[in-house]
């Protein structure tokens, strides 16, 4: 057991000096180094380091390198992600993290792939080798380690793999095949068998990844747990961490900055971003046809919201940034040149208007500016005024200040990053489209506008969150007048992932990782039964937590013709458990058969085509109707039945309704469920903008306080 660390070494003084780590980082990293040198850790049994998505895992790694080269560790492996972009990032990263360092020969940094013949001398040097995580890249280490340089052998050893979740993970749906990542898993475990001391350690933001560890899940009851590792340390998030709460839960908040955030795309858009075809659109209307009209707003936005930021750094007398723009829709490079041929029409177009000083720029910049208006006014920011923003447009365009930059291909990885491993900003509004290079891992400075539409067909959570390009440290400048521009659809998807991920974070920092996340779906039988967690479909997920609110939104009503039977239905079931007849009764308690039937019957009273997840639903209120430990508590739903309601579908401001219960009503419900849980049950007269004149119901679903966070599966992988 080693009792004290060395904290006044060569590697790790020099890396705090230059990074001036918060006593909470440098805990983390004390700890983590402590707990590598006292207990043993595999590929099965890693140590892990779980942060958030471009939370700062790469900076605490790094500061972790340092203090185990202080403490007795003589190589470090660096196990990267599997696309050159990355692992030429993680390079980058390296030699101008330790620079000085591998410059005066206190180590010496290697991609194993480019190694050059190592003399002794180099080999007695504090190494690092950046593997990425595919066959030839291992078995290169293999040949370094155990043919070439044998001595090596006997060095003590620390492998970083980091994004752990995305390639270490050890189950694939692919039948009759080993998948590349479990022979990945198993080259790793060879090495460290062989090596003669070597410790190692995962680096990951997915807490999923931590229930897909390369062993068999057991189910014990009811609850999955996950793969423990022998040891986990938290990355301390800094204060200007801008992540999944921000973009998911308070763009949702009226009055917030993050409100204005989220820009909404037609479907049809993104079929007409796919290919050419001239019938649909021609490049020549970019700047005034509806069928890329979001693109356009996105493309103006990015222009008109980084003129402002420049004014506002030179009038602030700060060092003026350059900004970043990404489009990431399509994995095809023939999507991303037509694509790029639409982008580079809006610019050259809209810079020819501009030296016109035509109505059409005039009014493209005026939309523009009052969009970021809305966002910048709630900051205590300067907002200049239209003229002064024109101008800067016009000057942007006319000097070619903004940059259209394709990134799909790994060829030219060496031009398109900076020193620091970074996309390069080279002009002071750049615009990049790209694919799967976009996917994960590369980090992209300044950036204020995101146009998605990817829809992979799992929608796992691993590439979906990490697509999210926004994360990290974010000024308050900058988010207000950040937009994220993609489907109602796809932000309903990521939405429902980040609550996902952030149930199983809470679960795991509370330490209530001990007793498990529950893991439900319907069997064919229609009963709630455990299911594996390597097998669900996170697009297809409801999360609940205590306290947590489910209700449907964005529905539409049915013909009067269609909804007066089920409304009447529901009537009568009320009647039978509430004789007051006034329009806010007290709570009373309701069995979860006729609870089941009413929101069958709600489900009638809908158009097809919603959002609503009716299933998840009644799942939810099964799975909660059957945990209470207390038998009389079995089976029962609180009911807060509020009547003569009217209201809207959609908010002033456009957007789908989300809220339709009152503060007064939430706070009710989640006061009563306590061991059961409660619904708000609002009869709305549907007389309100965007019903059909009749009444209905609306159900608000409140989970109760006692409870474990469960996941309802909706659709599961088939092999």
């Known amino acids: 057991m080693i009792n004290t660390l060395n904290l006044t070494g060569d590697f790790f003084t020099y890396l705090q000096k230059k990074n001036s780590y918060s006593s909470e980082l440098i805990e983390c990293m004390e700890r983590t180094v402590k707990n590598l040198l006292d207990i043993k850790t595999t590929v099965d049994r890693p140590g892990m380091l779980l942060g958030k998505i471009q939370s700062g895992k790469t900076r605490t790694f790094l500061g972790v390198m340092s203090l185990a080269y202080d403490n007795g560790y003589d190589i470090v492996i660096v196990l990267t992600k599997g696309t050159k972009a990355l692992t030429q990032q993680t390079l980058e990263r390296l030699k101008s993290e330790f620079k000085d360092l591998n410059d005066q020969d206190y180590m010496q940094i290697y991609d194993i792939m480019v190694m050059p013949t190592l003399t002794r001398y180099e080999r007695n040097r504090k190494l690092v080798f950046v593997v990425k995580k595919e066959t030839k890249n291992m078995d290169r280490l293999h040949q370094a380690f155990f043919e070439i340089y044998p001595d090596l052998v006997n060095k003590k050893i620390l492998i970083i793999d980091d994004e752990a979740d995305f390639a270490s993970i050890g189950f694939s749906k692919k039948k009759d095949e080993e998948p590349e990542i479990k022979k990945i898993a198993g080259k790793i475990n060879e090495f ?381 079931i009320i009647e039978r458990y509430c004789k007051d007849v006034s329009d806010s009764p007290e709570p009373f308690l309701m069995g979860v058969e006729d609870v089941l039937k009413i929101i069958d019957y709600v489900g009638q009273t809908f158009e097809e085509g919603h959002s609503w997840n009716q299933n998840a639903f009644m799942a939810s209120i099964q799975y909660l109707t059957s945990i209470p430990k207390n038998e009389e508590d079995k089976g029962k739903v609180w009911i807060i039945l509020r009547k003569d309601r009217d209201i809207s579908r959609e908010k002033k401001d456009g957007r789908l309704e989300n809220s339709p219960d009152s503060y007064q009503e939430k706070g009710l419900a989640k006061e009563i469920a306590v061991n059961i849980p409660a619904i708000i049950l609002l009869k709305q007269n549907g007389t309100a903008e965007g019903w059909r004149g009749h009444p209905f119901y609306w159900p608000v679903l409140v989970a109760p306080q006692k409870m474990k966070t469960v996941v309802f599966a909706n659709h599961l992988y088939t092999d």
């Open 192 to 572: 460290r068998k062989l090596v003669k001391d070597c410790s190692f350690l995962q680096v990951t933001a997915t807490p999923y990844s931590l229930y897909l560890q390369p062993e068999d899940i057991v189910v014990d009851s009811e609850v999955f747990k996950p793969i423990k590792p022998v040891f986990t340390e938290l990355v301390p998030i800094h204060d200007k961490y801008i992540g999944g709460e921000y973009y998911f839960k308070e763009s949702e908040e009226e009055g917030t900055i993050a409100y204005h955030l989220f820009e909404k795309v037609p479907q049809e858009e993104l079929s007409v971003l796919k290919k050419e075809d001239r019938r649909v659109f021609k490049t020549e209307e970019c700047l005034y046809s509806n069928k890329i009209k979001s693109l356009r707003d996105a493309i103006v936005n990015f222009i008109i919201g980084g003129c402002i930021r420049r004014i506002q750094d030179r009038q602030n007398q700060k060092v003026i940034k350059k900004f970043s723009f990404i489009i990431h829709t399509e994995l095809g490079k023939s999507a991303h040149e037509w694509q790029e041929s639409i982008v580079d029409s809006i610019v050259s177009k809209l810079a020819d208007e501009s030296k016109e000083s035509s109505p059409l720029f005039d009014r493209l910049v005026k939309e523009a500016y009052e969009n970021l208006k809305d966002s910048i006014k709630l900051s205590n920011l300067l907002m200049p005024d239209i003229l002064q923003v024109n101008t800067e447009a016009k000057q942007a365009l006319d000097e070619g200040h903004i940059m259209i930059t394709k990134v799909n291909s790994e060829k030219d990885v060496s031009e398109l990053l900076d020193a620091s491993g970074q996309l390069k900003l080279r002009t002071p509004l750049n615009i990049f489209i790209g694919g799967q290079i976009l996917d994960r891992g590369i980090t992209i400075g300044n950036l204020i506008g995101f146009y998605y539409g990817r829809r992979p067909k799992t929608f796992q959570q691993d590439t979906v969150l990490q697509h999210s390009r926004m994360y990290g440290a974010r000024p308050i400048e900058d988010l207000t007048v950040t937009r994220f521009y993609t489907t109602e659809g796809i932000y309903s998807v990521m939405q429902r992932i980040h609550e996902f991920d952030s149930a199983l974070r809470e679960a795991f920092e509370k330490g209530s990782h001990e007793n498990g996340v529950v893991f439900i779906q319907k069997d064919l039988w229609s009963q709630i039964v455990p299911c594996s967690p390597n097998k669900i479909l996170l697009s297809n997920t409801t999360t609940l937590r205590p306290k947590a609110r489910l209700l449907p939104v964005g529905f539409k009503v049915r013909a009067k013709t269609h909804v007066l039977k089920p409304v009447e239905a529901i009537n009568t």
